[in-house]
């Protein structure tokens, strides 16, 4: 039986919200600081992490449509963060690699990011933070 309460919590609503506000914050901080955007910095760390991708794999890895990928790997081309060549094994596929301004810009970001998840946990606290990491790693991983 489902529970009855006062008011509807609407999670949903509450988690779009709340990572719309998180991105806005992360996405200024940053530009500021690294140079990139959030969307440029997963593929950064994508790329630095697992080594060169095919557009497809980045778009399945960062739950993207192919016109995203599409338009994000080719601004990040011409910022000269990332390089696009043709699969050697299937040539109607893509392949993206990091380049050595991708990689620092990467790390610059990596480190504003590490900044920006301390401040969460503090504010959270550790019962907190562990709690959302276990559900939003849930969430992120079911099919």
Known sequence: ???IRAVD???FLLIEIAARRL???AD???RAEAGVTTAQAAVLF???RRGERRMGEIGEMLSLNPPAVTGLVTRMEA?????KSASKTDGRSAV???TEKGRALGDAADISLRGLNTELENRLGEEDSNMLHRVLTQLATEA
């Not at 910022?79 to 390089?83: E, K, N, R, W, Y």
């Open 79 to 83: 910022l000269a963060l990332v390089t």
């Open 9 to 11: 919590r609407r999670l």
């Open 28 to 30: 200024a901080r940053l």
């Open 23 to 25: 991105n806005r914050d």
């Open 46 to 48: 994508l790329l630095a």
């Open 96 to 98: 993206v690699s990091l």
């Open 1 to 3: 039986m489902a529970r």
